[in-house]
């Protein structure tokens, strides 16, 4: 191997490192997560997934200790689910 390779080699292996950690791990279909756990999987920031959450547009929490709220994982793919067949109901100008 030349030194050429070698470092082309090394490049990739970086690369490959950085990208593998800005992947989270897919959302578990059961159990529940946390706001902090969901973001990752979402296009918003914190306060708007409670804003949503507060005005129906997002599944609603379930209080699982006076400190603990969490988002069971299947009302959170369900909505997914329908986000993504909302989005296959418009043309490309996001008319119906």
Do not use: C
């Amino acid at each position: 191997m030349t030194t050429a390779n070698t470092s082309q080699n090394a490049n990739k292996s970086e690369l490959d490192r950085q990208t593998s950690n800005t992947q989270p791990p897919a959302l578990p279909v059961n159990g529940f997560s946390r706001a902090k756990q969901l973001l990752p999987y979402l296009p918003i920031g914190e306060s708007t997934l409670w804003k949503w959450t507060k005005e129906g547009l997002f599944p609603k929490p379930h209080k699982l200790s006076p400190t603990v709220t969490a988002w069971a994982n299947e009302d959170v793919h369900a909505w997914f689910k329908a986000q993504a067949s909302n989005d296959e109901n418009y043309n490309d100008d996001g008319v119906a």
